[in-house]
């Protein structure tokens, strides 16, 4: 009985050992196949994490590439000037055909003169730029990199928003106020330019109140004065300067443009490419040439001594005694609306002698007596 006792509970020990390692090896199995699944999951998800991953670096480069190369290709003034860029330029032609300009074509000089572009930096403003700009590029089929070498988009000047951008009116009359100091003038008591002083007695720095009905010109008047402040800086011989809407305003082709600067007499202040059929004075020079589409044109280069009503100075070419004369005169006289002060004043022979410099004898590079001011000129297809 002992026997069969024993051999009984070794039967059912043998049996409870069997049953617990068929659990384990269950358990064993069911684990296995649980860690199979979740490693199967996770590999699932790892391959969708990273194809999303890849994704979103590849979109996240493209954006943050864009971004950098716009911020590479933009320049900033400083509150003294110097160069300027806007990121109008940074889009400029991004799928241009690459082919030669229209100069080249025809056996043209290429235009290689530094350009401003007149920019107060408002909505409209940038859109007039964007367009100015994409019309330069399809009429003069330079190539961007070309154009953004070229192109400075320099500060305008919005007399409204004074005293928050003074500072680019006291760049432009900087050397204006330092003339004038040394004739014994002070800039409050000149003509037009004394508005920035007569502001500064204002409660709140703005511009004088029996001045803002013409606020307009007044900041036209002072964002010219920056653009030939900046040019003298920079030591040109030689600057085309665009106001904003300037490019839809020339009607020399600009296939024709670096001939006419190149072809200035060696007195030439001021070369105006706009006024299209306005007679200006006597015809100077010229030539056969193109259109910006190949047609065949005839260029004339004109004298501008004659008074004509027109106004605008959206398109012109100074010369370095253009900014020295025009310093000098205004530090001695003051100044007027820019564009009529220049163009019907400053380049024809006015009936106030105060306009053609006569007594001052200080100032002897500036042709006294009857002779303008200014020795202008217009270049046009118009005969």
Same mark, same amino acid.
């Given at each position: 009985?002992?026997?069969?006792?024993?051999?009984?509970?070794?039967?059912?020990?043998?049996?409870?050992?069997?049953?617990?390692?068929?659990?384990?090896?269950?358990?064993?199995?069911?684990?296995?196949?649980?860690?199979?699944?979740?490693?199967?999951?996770?590999?699932?998800?790892?391959?969708?994490?990273?194809?999303?991953?890849?994704?979103?670096?590849?979109?996240?480069?493209?954006?943050?590439?864009?971004?950098?190369?716009?911020?590479?290709?933009?320049?900033?003034?400083?509150?003294?000037?110097?160069?300027?860029?806007?990121?109008?330029?940074?889009?400029?032609?991004?799928?241009?055909?690459?082919?030669?300009?229209?100069?080249?074509?025809?056996?043209?000089?290429?235009?290689?003169?530094?350009?401003?572009?007149?920019?107060?930096?408002?909505?409209?403003?940038?859109?007039?730029?964007?367009?100015?700009?994409?019309?330069?590029?399809?009429?003069?089929?330079? /190539?961007?990199?070309?154009? #953004?070498? $070229?192109?400075?988009? +320099?500060? &305008? *000047?919005?007399? =409204?928003?004074? %005293?928050?951008?003074?500072?680019?009116?006291?760049?432009?009359?900087?050397?204006?106020?330092?003339?004038?100091?040394?004739?014994?003038?002070?800039?409050?008591?000149?003509?037009?330019?004394?508005?920035?002083?007569?502001?500064?007695?204002?409660?709140?720095?703005?511009?004088?109140?029996?001045?803002?009905?013409?606020?307009?010109?007044?900041?036209?008047?002072?964002?010219?004065?920056?653009?030939?402040?900046?040019?003298? /800086?920079?030591?040109?011989? #030689?600057? $085309?300067?665009?106001? +904003?809407? &300037? *490019?839809?305003? =020339?009607?020399? %082709?600009?296939?024709?443009?670096?001939?006419?600067?190149?072809?200035?007499?060696?007195?030439?202040?001021?070369?105006?490419?706009?006024?299209?059929?306005?007679?200006?004075?006597?015809?100077?020079?010229?030539?056969?040439?193109?259109?910006?589409?190949?047609?065949?044109?005839?260029?004339?280069?004109?004298?501008?001594?004659?008074?004509?009503?027109?106004?605008?100075?959206?398109?012109?070419?100074?010369?370095?005694?253009?900014?020295?004369?025009?310093?000098?005169?205004?530090?001695?006289?003051?100044?007027?609306?820019?564009?009529?002060?220049?163009?019907?004043?400053?380049?024809?022979?006015?009936?106030?002698?105060?306009?053609?410099?006569?007594?001052?004898?200080?100032?002897?590079?500036?042709?006294?007596?009857?002779?303008?001011?200014?020795?202008?000129?217009?270049?046009?297809?118009?005969?």
């Amino acid at each position: 009985m002992e026997t069969f006792t024993q051999g009984a509970r070794k039967a059912r020990a043998t049996d409870a050992l069997m049953r617990d390692e068929n659990e384990v090896a269950q358990r064993i199995r069911k684990d296995r196949f649980k860690t199979v699944v979740v490693l199967l999951t996770l590999g699932v998800f790892a391959a969708a994490f990273l194809m999303l991953s890849t994704t979103n670096v590849v979109a996240s480069l493209g954006v943050r590439g864009g971004a950098v190369n716009a911020l590479g290709r933009t320049l900033r003034t400083g509150r003294q000037g110097g160069r300027a860029r806007s990121g109008v330029l940074a889009g400029l032609g991004s799928s241009l055909e690459r082919g030669r300009s229209v100069m080249a074509r025809f056996g043209t000089p290429e235009l290689n003169t530094p350009i401003f572009f007149v920019s107060v930096g408002t909505t409209d403003d940038e859109t007039q730029m964007k367009d100015s700009l994409e019309r330069m590029r399809v009429r003069t089929g330079l /190539e961007p990199e070309t154009l #953004k070498r $070229l192109v400075t988009v +320099s500060k &305008g *000047v919005d007399a =409204t928003a004074w %005293p928050d951008n003074t500072h680019l009116v006291e760049y432009a009359v900087k050397d204006i106020r330092t003339l004038a100091a040394q004739h014994g003038n002070v800039l409050a008591e000149l003509p037009w330019v004394q508005i920035i002083e007569l502001s500064k007695q204002t409660q709140d720095g703005r511009l004088p109140v029996e001045w803002r009905r013409l606020a307009h010109h007044v900041g036209c008047m002072y964002a010219h004065l920056f653009q030939w402040q900046l040019v003298k /800086e920079q030591k040109l011989k #030689k600057a $085309l300067i665009f106001e +904003s809407d &300037g *490019v839809q305003q =020339t009607d020399l %082709p600009f296939a024709e443009a670096q001939k006419a600067i190149d072809r200035l007499p060696e007195d030439a202040d001021l070369l105006l490419f706009s006024f299209g059929n306005t007679p200006g004075g006597d015809l100077v020079d010229q030539w056969k040439g193109h259109g910006d589409d190949g047609t065949p044109v005839d260029v004339h280069l004109y004298k501008w001594n004659k008074w004509n009503a027109v106004a605008g100075l959206q398109s012109y070419v100074i010369t370095d005694n253009f900014v020295r004369k025009v310093q000098e005169y205004i530090s001695h006289k003051g100044a007027d609306m820019i564009d009529a002060w220049l163009l019907g004043k400053m380049c024809v022979v006015g009936k106030d002698k105060d306009w053609n410099m006569r007594g001052l004898g200080e100032t002897q590079f500036m042709p006294p007596g009857s002779k303008p001011i200014l020795n202008c000129y217009h270049a046009t297809t118009w005969s």
